[in-house]
């Protein structure tokens, strides 16, 4: 029997370019019904969300403007993919959710993949419908049947040993370049939230998390380590301990310890919820009571990260994309 000839899809969330795409970006995500479940139709959803995304637009401008106007997460991406080609001798297609402007060459891209199999991997180790299912159901909208049937997803890597030992090693490289010994350290571990809602109808996502911190943490038994959420939207109620929180409160459970070293757990590459509101605001915070504060970069393009993913992309227990919609 002849071996599959497999492709791949490397997906990402996708950040603005520039400060012409900040609106698009929003207006893409905002409009997400797998991202905000208003129960609206989905004509009204959208002219509201639209709007919200316009006002949201004129007010995030001046924190993208802290990052010369744009987000990293396109070029690391983009960086990312050509590393992976060099070792994978195969096609690989990049998908950035959120970048409207890009989607028309993907889709020319990916029509032209002639194989028996397409790998797809989400740069999301933690799965949840808002992210992976919502690339799922993307792709089920607007490419042919023939196509997404050949999809084998990698649906997350929450614990996967390759990604987890990634993780450690960055962890590690991290506080010995900064002299920071495990017994005066706290390792505050900061995912994305999500609503508590989503979480309540069977979201896996909280447990994920759970599971990537648990996992790196054997690692480091003589630090204190921290699992909260940040980024949240809007006024309903999103899964706790939220970092600010966790933050405003740290003299009450950091056993004394003087530094608070940061780690985007839910993040694969650096934006704006790592570079302006964990670094501007949560470590601001940490600051002003008197402790250090420290922020682990993403993983990006770290050596141990690309031969984690290698290694991740040889599983055979994937899922097809129908398998990861969510049912509405």
Same mark, same amino acid.
């Given at each position: 029997?002849?071996?599959?000839?497999?492709?791949?899809?490397?997906?990402?969330?996708?950040?603005?370019?520039?400060?012409?795409?900040?609106?698009?970006?929003?207006?893409?995500?905002?409009?997400?019904?797998?991202?905000? +479940?208003?129960?609206?139709?989905?004509?009204?959803?959208?002219?509201?969300?639209?709007?919200?995304?316009?006002? +949201?637009? +004129?007010?995030?401008?001046?924190?993208?403007?802290?990052?010369?106007?744009?987000?990293?997460?396109?070029?690391?991406?983009?960086? *990312?993919?050509?590393?992976?080609?060099?070792?994978?001798?195969?096609?690989?297609?990049?998908?950035?959710?959120?970048?409207?402007?890009?989607?028309?060459?993907?889709?020319?891209?990916?029509?032209?993949?002639?194989?028996?199999?397409?790998?797809?991997?989400?740069?999301?180790?933690?799965?949840?419908?808002?992210?992976?299912?919502?690339?799922?159901?993307?792709?089920?909208?607007?490419?042919?049947?023939?196509?997404?049937?050949?999809?084998?997803?990698?649906?997350?890597?929450?614990?996967?040993?390759?990604?987890?030992?990634?993780?450690?090693?960055? /962890? +590690?490289?991290?506080?010995?370049?900064?002299?920071?010994?495990?017994?005066?350290?706290?390792? *505050?571990?900061?995912?994305?939230?999500?609503?508590?809602?989503?979480?309540?109808?069977?979201? *896996?996502?909280?447990?994920?998390?759970?599971?990537?911190?648990?996992?790196?943490?054997?690692?480091?038994?003589?630090?204190?380590?921290?699992?909260?959420?940040?980024?949240?939207?809007?006024?309903?109620?999103?899964?706790?301990?939220?970092?600010?929180?966790?933050?405003?409160? /740290?003299?009450?459970?950091?056993?004394?310890?003087?530094?608070?070293?940061?780690?985007?757990?839910?993040?694969?590459?650096?934006?704006?919820?790592?570079?302006?509101?964990?670094?501007?605001?949560?470590?601001?915070?940490?600051?002003?009571?008197? *402790?250090?504060?420290?922020?682990?970069?993403?993983?990006?393009?770290?050596?141990?990260?690309?031969?984690?993913?290698?290694?991740?992309?040889?599983?055979?227990?994937?899922?097809?994309?129908?398998?990861?919609?969510?049912?509405?």
């Amino acid at each position: 029997m002849s071996k599959k000839k497999t492709h791949y899809i490397l997906v990402s969330f996708g950040g603005p370019r520039s400060s012409e795409e900040i609106y698009p970006f929003l207006a893409s995500l905002l409009t997400d019904q797998d991202v905000i +479940r208003t129960g609206f139709p989905s004509f009204i959803h959208r002219f509201l969300f639209k709007r919200v995304a316009k006002k +949201r637009a +004129r007010n995030i401008s001046k924190e993208y403007a802290l990052m010369g106007g744009k987000s990293p997460i396109y070029e690391d991406t983009e960086a *990312l993919a050509d590393e992976l080609r060099l070792h994978l001798n195969a096609p690989l297609v990049t998908f950035h959710r959120y970048l409207p402007a890009t989607h028309e060459q993907f889709i020319e891209e990916v029509q032209q993949l002639e194989c028996d199999e397409i790998r797809v991997f989400p740069l999301f180790p933690q799965f949840t419908y808002a992210t992976t299912g919502s690339v799922a159901r993307w792709f089920n909208t607007f490419l042919p049947n023939e196509l997404t049937n050949k999809m084998r997803w990698i649906k997350s890597y929450a614990a996967h040993p390759a990604f987890i030992q990634a993780h450690q090693s960055h /962890i +590690r490289k991290y506080l010995a370049e900064n002299n920071l010994s495990e017994d005066e350290t706290v390792l *505050l571990f900061s995912a994305h939230g999500i609503p508590a809602e989503f979480i309540e109808k069977g979201d *896996l996502y909280q447990d994920e998390c759970l599971a990537s911190v648990h996992a790196i943490m054997q690692a480091f038994p003589q630090c204190l380590g921290r699992l909260s959420y940040q980024s949240k939207f809007g006024k309903g109620e999103w899964i706790k301990p939220y970092t600010i929180d966790v933050c405003k409160q /740290i003299l009450e459970w950091n056993q004394g310890r003087r530094h608070v070293v940061f780690i985007p757990i839910s993040f694969t590459s650096d934006h704006i919820e790592t570079l302006v509101e964990i670094e501007n605001e949560y470590m601001t915070e940490v600051r002003e009571v008197g *402790l250090n504060a420290y922020r682990v970069p993403c993983l990006t393009l770290d050596p141990l990260w690309i031969k984690a993913i290698l290694e991740i992309l040889t599983e055979t227990n994937c899922m097809l994309n129908q398998m990861l919609i969510r049912r509405k």
